[in-house]
């Protein structure tokens, strides 16, 4: 399986694969403190959730070398505030605040401030390396769930460009193929951004994966004629009850496949995994602007005086879920009690 970088530590800078050029232009960013981290993630130039954790803690990294703080008190003071600046950026997935939670809890104030410096970078290192062998162990437990000939469909972009470089749910769709079946994936356009066009078919097209094309406007059609055998999509957040808060339009992916009895599997790691949330209720909903539903490439679709409401995540009930596909290996219903066993 290849290994494509949306990006590239080279301590102490964050080269970031700037992701809204994709398909057409590859060309990077290079972010040297958490300030332009924080920009890269609000304007999309990198995302999906594991990844814009990984990149979260480059930034404190980086941050904690610029740091000219003599006392460790003040400069454990000064990476919170740092750390705050990165969560407000997106607050659906829930790796972000895992991601800077983890690198905070490393800070001990009876250690010198070089200490903390450098506990900052292996633990950053630390996460991405992690990060890329759960994408590995989340693929080759995927795999076993997706039959020879099989059709499957994804929604938004689970992939290398949204985690350290395999993805989830791509990646248990990049193990089938390495294993020899032979797969075709159906790839939601997913409006109004559109990771699947721009995103999923670019990785799959990288990949030589057979791929088509949808808009999100055609699942229900396909899956009505017997097309699509299985549904797999990556999460922002899973609640503790199982409930996923992913890419706008899984929930109605979902309720689809159940209509149509085709299996719906949720692909993702550990630092997505939310226990302290009961229930999907619980998830915050990023609102983008209207101006992206409005306009496609600069370009506006819809009459001026027209408002636009672009919710960027919605939350699929776990009992629309049949699996979640985990590094620690496939749970299936009841999720409650399975995932605080796994992930207690
Ligand atoms: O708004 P995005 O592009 O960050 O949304 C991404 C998704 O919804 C992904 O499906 C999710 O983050 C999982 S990525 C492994």
């Not at 003599?70 to 895992?98: C, H, Q, Y």
């Not at 992939?159 to 193929?177: F, I, K, M």
């Not at 055998?229 to 706008?248: E, F, L, P, S, Y």
């Not at 009992?319 to 399975?338: Q, S, W, Y």
């Amino acid at each position: 399986m290849k290994t494509l970088s949306p990006i590239r530590w080279r301590r102490f800078r964050l080269d970031v694969l700037d992701q809204t050029l994709l398909p057409f232009r590859k060309k990077s960013i290079a972010c040297r403190n958490g300030p332009q981290v924080a920009a890269a993630i609000k304007d999309m130039k990198l995302r999906g959730a594991p990844l814009i954790g990984i990149a979260a803690a480059f930034a404190l990294a980086m941050d904690a070398r610029r740091s000219r703080a003599v006392r460790s008190s003040d400069f454990i003071e000064e990476m919170r505030r740092s750390g705050d600046s990165l969560v407000k950026t997106r607050p659906t997935a829930v790796n972000l605040k895992w991601a800077v939670d983890r690198m905070l809890g490393t800070l001990d104030p009876g250690a010198s401030v070089a200490d903390l410096k450098t506990r900052f970078v292996v633990e950053a290192e630390k996460i991405y390396a992690e990060d890329l062998k759960n994408n590995r162990l989340i693929g080759r437990n995927g795999a076993k769930l997706i039959k020879n000939g099989a059709n499957v469909l994804t929604h938004c972009n689970a992939g290398a460009l949204a985690t350290a470089g395999l993805g989830t749910a791509l990646a248990v769709l990049r193990a089938a193929h390495a294993e020899g079946k032979k797969i075709q994936v159906y790839v939601d356009e997913t409006r109004p951004y559109l990771q699947g066009a721009r995103l999923t078919a670019f990785e799959m097209a990288e990949e030589g994966i057979p791929h088509v094309l949808i808009t999100d406007s055609m699942a229900g059609h396909f899956m009505s004629k017997g097309d699509i055998d299985a549904v797999i999509v990556g999460a922002d957040r899973i609640a503790a009850n199982g409930d996923t808060a992913n890419k706008i339009g899984t929930y109605s992916l979902a309720v689809l496949a159940r209509a149509h009895g085709i299996p719906f599997y949720v692909a993702a790691p550990a630092s997505t995994i939310d226990l302290r949330l009961p229930s999907g209720a619980g998830i915050p909903i990023e609102m983008r602007s209207g101006d992206e539903v409005k306009f496609i490439f600069g370009k506006a679709i819809a009459p001026k005086e027209t408002k636009a409401l672009h919710p960027a995540f919605d939350v699929t009930p776990a009992n629309f879920i049949t699996a979640l596909i985990t590094e620690k290996g496939v749970i299936r219903p009841p999720f409650g009690p399975r995932l605080r066993k796994s992930f207690l």
